[in-house]
């Protein structure tokens, strides 16, 4: 007999934490200013991130290196998990063969994926996962300003997923933030909760990116007071269903 699912386990994720590129890819061939940018990692996504995974007593996944080097919160098969161009700009390094590509991507892309996957399966086990996947967004791209503070991704398809960002969105509202759903992308296309989506029952695994606007996770303080209150909406939606859970 399947288990219940009731008890809710928490993973969390952090798929552009870093700017690093191996050495012996030498920089990608790319300017150090490109590297340090937006477009080589999720600035500010790391500190808060770690911070939810210690409040709720789990281990982070982080990745290791750029997302240029090859972008995990992407499929393998998709055109741009190793980017061949970056604002215009062809990236020398990435001029792979079909043969390079796939090494590149055994070494850099599927030891994070598999630990990843380990832990919802274990989570979904246990009870039910909730996977917080936290990243970062530009303030300003193409000339658009976006204005909110924090983005909750979620597959509008799942009534579970709508109910858990309704309640956390609240939460954040009430703390300050203006908060909007599945902006400055949709929660529903091509990543990594995508891709755990269609492995996992709704019943057994949820899963939400967390953007937030590199406006305030630039600074220090800033992370600070997006973990702060980050932490609080995770932790009042937790013990929501740890009551539900005592009272069953």
């Avoid at 043969?99 to 979904?124: F, G, H, K, N, T």
């Avoid at 579970?160 to 956390?168: F, H, I, M, P, S």
């Avoid at 939460?171 to 891709?195: C, E, I, K, M």
């Avoid at 909406?233 to 929501?240: D, F, K």
Wanted: glycine content about 8%.
């Amino acid at each position: 007999m399947r288990k219940q699912s009731s008890r809710p386990v928490v993973v969390v994720s952090c798929e552009h934490a870093s700017p690093r590129v191996p050495a012996p890819l030498r920089g990608l061939g790319l300017p150090a200013d490109v590297l340090r940018s937006h477009r080589a990692f999720d600035v500010g996504a790391l500190p808060v991130a770690r911070r939810l995974a210690a409040a709720c007593g789990v281990g982070l996944v982080a990745g290791t290196w750029s997302r240029l080097v090859a972008d995990l919160n992407r499929s393998a098969h998709h055109p741009a998990v190793i980017a061949r161009r970056v604002d215009g700009r062809a990236v020398p390094g990435n001029r792979l063969s079909a043969a390079e590509r796939s090494a590149r991507l055994s070494q850099y892309w599927q030891p994070y994926r598999d630990e990843v996957e380990r832990r919802v399966a274990r989570a979904s086990r246990d009870g039910f996962c909730v996977h917080f996947s936290v990243h970062s967004f530009v303030e300003r791209l193409g000339g658009v300003e976006r204005r909110n503070d924090i983005g909750l991704l979620f597959d509008p398809h799942r009534p579970r997923e709508r109910a858990v960002a309704t309640l956390l969105r609240e939460r954040l509202v009430q703390a300050g933030w203006s908060v909007r759903f599945n902006f400055p992308y949709f929660g529903n296309t091509d990543g990594l909760t995508s891709f755990l989506r269609a492995r996992h029952r709704a019943a057994d695994y949820l899963g939400f990116e967390v953007e937030l606007n590199q406006r305030v996770a630039r600074t220090a303080d800033g992370q600070r007071r997006l973990a702060r209150d980050l932490v609080a909406a995770v932790r009042a939606y937790l013990s929501g269903c740890m009551r539900t859970t005592a009272s069953t």
